[in-house]
């Protein structure tokens, strides 16, 4: 488990591995966030005893997730899959948080190179990629594809 506050700015956050009991704030964000996914309780269920997928809290309180996979193509890079805060407490530095810990993370366990996609519109999460060294490789029909070297 890890955890990030004391002594950081803004409000404490603390990271820690998904458990059952996230399943359904994980769904209802998930499903809110990412309506294109077709059977969203089945998809984050699976990736979230699957894959890499941490949980951000504030008092206690659900905040966040970050989900991260391996990529099929080429086993030192990581694909971050999944990112999100509860609409209500966004623009308080919790994505940062959840963005840097899974950096930190990747990196801690091996990984060399990291890549994310987003909508090319995403201001808010293109800023974070780019304030964290991630480089616009590819665009394609509107979807950005982010690139960096751990
Ligand atoms: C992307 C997301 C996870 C960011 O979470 P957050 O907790 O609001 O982010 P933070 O509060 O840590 O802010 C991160 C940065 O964005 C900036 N930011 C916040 N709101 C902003 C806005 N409306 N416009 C531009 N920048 C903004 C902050 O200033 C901060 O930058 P700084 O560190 O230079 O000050 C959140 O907006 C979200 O859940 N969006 C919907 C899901 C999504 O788009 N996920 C990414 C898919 S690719």
Not at 16 to 25: L, N, Y
Not at 84 to 104: C, N, Q, S, T, Y
Request: charged letters at 30%; one cysteine or more; hydrophobic letters at 40%.
């Amino acid at each position: 488990m890890c955890s990030i506050g004391a002594g950081d700015s803004g409000i404490p956050v603390r990271i820690r591995p998904v458990e059952e009991k996230d399943r359904w704030e994980v769904i209802a964000l998930g499903s809110r966030e990412f309506p294109y996914i077709e059977h969203p309780d089945a998809f984050f269920l699976e990736r979230m005893h699957r894959y890499y997928f941490f949980i951000a809290e504030v008092d206690g309180k659900f905040a966040g997730f970050i989900d991260m996979e391996p990529s099929l193509e080429d086993e030192h890079t990581a694909i971050i899959a999944g990112f999100a805060v509860r609409p209500e407490m966004r623009g308080k530095g919790i994505g940062k948080k959840l963005f840097e810990f899974a950096i930190r993370f990747l990196r801690a366990t091996g990984f060399r190179r990291a890549i994310i996609y987003s909508k090319k519109d995403n201001d808010v999460a293109n800023a974070i990629y780019k304030k964290h060294g991630f480089q616009v490789t590819k665009e394609h029909e509107g979807i950005l594809k982010w690139e960096m070297e751990l």
